[in-house]
Structure formats: C-alpha cells, structure tokens
C-alpha cells in the first residue's frame, strides 16, 4: 500500500448530545475536540442526533397538533350548511 495516503482510523467518542450518551465507534472523522473516558483518551464529537435518540428507531412518534388542509377546510365550512 501507499504510504500517507490513507485517512487515520481510530476510536472516536461520538456524544449524542439529545439524550448524553456516548458511543465508541471506529472512524476516520477529523476533530480537534479530545475527552478522557475510562482512564483513556478519545478523539470527542459531538452530535444531535443518532438511533439511540432519532424518533424512527425509538418509535416515538411527534405529534405537531395542527390538523390537515381537508381537515381545516371541512371544519371551516361544516358550520356554514
């Protein structure tokens, strides 16, 4: 293989930030940002959302409380008749 050409691939903490929990994956990502867990030093990224916290993969279902267009519009014209 080449030489310095391949991307340096290590054990990254991953923070899901939504619900704090950490993840130790293998990857390539560059961050500067390092965190000290379990008497080890890991290279930290932070992010917002992931399986453990995404509402697909926890079947949570987030309800915005605003009614359809056909919903609205019968509504609106029911009283009418």
Same mark, same amino acid.
């Given at each position: 293989m080449r030489k310095n050409i391949h991307p340096n691939y290590r054990t990254v903490a991953f923070h899901d930030t939504q619900i704090d929990q950490y993840f130790f994956i293998g990857s390539t990502v560059g961050t500067q940002q390092t965190i000290v867990r379990d008497g080890t030093e890991y290279p930290y990224m932070a992010i917002d959302v992931s399986s453990s916290s995404h509402p697909f993969y926890t079947g %949570?279902?987030?309800?915005? !409380?605003? %009614? !359809?267009r056909i919903a609205q519009f019968k509504r609106r014209y029911r009283k009418s008749k």
């Open positions: %949570e279902q987030r309800s915005h !409380g605003n %009614e !359809g």
